[in-house]
């Protein structure tokens, strides 16, 4: 069996980003750039899957700009086989990965695919649930834990009131959780290792995918700055204060 990872490169968790001066977005120039942190776990799965005999060969996918083959690289080091870099400087929105993952699904007929659940940069949560959408594929989302047998895969998911096991019939979309897994460091060796593994390029027109955006950002803003706390001097007075001044109790 085959598995699918989409990877996205995304500005990297630790920084602090800043909101351009024009409000028209996020200011990138300059930031290190890593995998989203979920598709790490993603891909971390997919080769513990092959470890344990029940994959065949972890292919890996990011859609973005030329650099995205760092991230495949860094994928192809955790483990995975092959990849393939679908090439485009337009921005890419989630339908439009979703349609390129769509083709992709139709030309390497994964038995599984398995995207983070969401990008940390973007924070839409929209991409597998629309490739499962327009593949007919069963879902099932927000993984912390995935087994699978005869055909099927057992998928624990963390819900409100405690846990939920879905089964769904391959060939499936999974999305990982935080909890799914922590991913391994990746080695030297390995590192050596996935620079001679197989990386194709394509674009969204040789899928034939129409990659146009549909949503238009109007404005970004920075968030509200915090205001100074103060500091009261005993319980009987911050007891008052939370009852006349924040009304909170
Ligand atoms: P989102 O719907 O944007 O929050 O993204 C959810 C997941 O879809 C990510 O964790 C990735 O697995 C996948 N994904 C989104 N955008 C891309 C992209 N440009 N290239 C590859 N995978 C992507």
Same mark, same amino acid.
């Given at each position: 069996?085959?598995?699918?990872?989409?990877?996205?490169?995304?500005?990297?968790?630790?920084?602090?980003?800043?909101?351009?001066?024009?409000?028209?977005?996020?200011?990138?120039?300059?930031?290190?750039?890593?995998?989203?942190?979920?598709?790490?776990?993603?891909?971390?799965?997919?080769?513990?899957?092959?470890?344990?005999?029940?994959?065949?060969?972890?292919?890996?996918?990011?859609?973005?700009?030329?650099?995205?083959?760092?991230?495949?690289?860094?994928?192809?080091?955790?483990?995975?086989?092959?990849?393939?870099?679908?090439?485009?400087?337009?921005?890419?929105?989630?339908?439009?990965?979703?349609? @390129?993952?769509?083709?992709?699904?139709?030309?390497?007929?994964?038995?599984?695919?398995?995207?983070?659940?969401?990008?940390?940069?973007?924070?839409?949560?929209?991409?597998?649930?629309?490739?499962?959408?327009?593949?007919? =594929?069963?879902?099932?989302?927000?993984?912390?834990?995935?087994?699978?047998?005869?055909?099927?895969?057992?998928?624990?998911?963390?819900?409100?009131?405690?846990?939920?096991?879905?089964?769904?019939?391959?060939?499936?979309? @999974?999305?990982?959780?935080?909890?799914?897994?922590?991913?391994?460091?990746?080695?030297?060796?390995?590192?050596?290792?996935?620079?001679?593994?197989?990386?194709?390029?394509?674009?969204?027109?040789? =899928?034939?995918?129409?990659?146009?955006?549909? @949503?238009?950002? =109007?404005?970004?803003?920075?968030?509200?700055?915090?205001?100074?706390?103060?500091?009261?001097?005993?319980?009987?007075?911050?007891?008052?204060?939370?009852?006349?001044?924040?009304?909170?109790?």
């Amino acid at each position: 069996m085959k598995i699918l990872v989409p990877v996205k490169r995304v500005v990297d968790y630790n920084l602090k980003i800043r909101v351009k001066s024009d409000g028209t977005g996020v200011d990138l120039a300059n930031l290190k750039m890593s995998m989203n942190p979920f598709d790490e776990i993603a891909v971390e799965e997919a080769v513990r899957l092959k470890e344990k005999g029940v994959a065949t060969e972890v292919l890996v996918v990011s859609c973005g700009v030329t650099q995205c083959q760092e991230t495949l690289r860094t994928a192809m080091a955790i483990g995975a086989d092959r990849a393939i870099l679908v090439q485009t400087d337009e921005e890419l929105q989630p339908l439009a990965v979703a349609k @390129i993952l769509k083709a992709l699904v139709d030309k390497e007929q994964p038995g599984l695919v398995i995207l983070g659940k969401q990008a940390i940069d973007d924070d839409c949560n929209q991409t597998g649930q629309m490739l499962a959408a327009l593949a007919d =594929l069963p879902q099932a989302t927000f993984a912390s834990k995935v087994e699978v047998a005869n055909g099927k895969a057992n998928v624990t998911r963390e819900v409100d009131g405690g846990l939920e096991t879905l089964s769904v019939t391959l060939p499936a979309v @999974i999305t990982t959780d935080l909890r799914l897994n922590e991913p391994r460091y990746v080695t030297l060796p390995n590192i050596m290792k996935a620079k001679k593994k197989q990386m194709d390029i394509v674009t969204p027109e040789d =899928l034939g995918v129409d990659v146009e955006p549909r @949503i238009k950002t =109007l404005k970004v803003t920075e968030p509200p700055k915090r205001s100074a706390g103060v500091k009261v001097p005993d319980v009987a007075t911050l007891v008052r204060k939370l009852k006349t001044e924040a009304k909170v109790i």
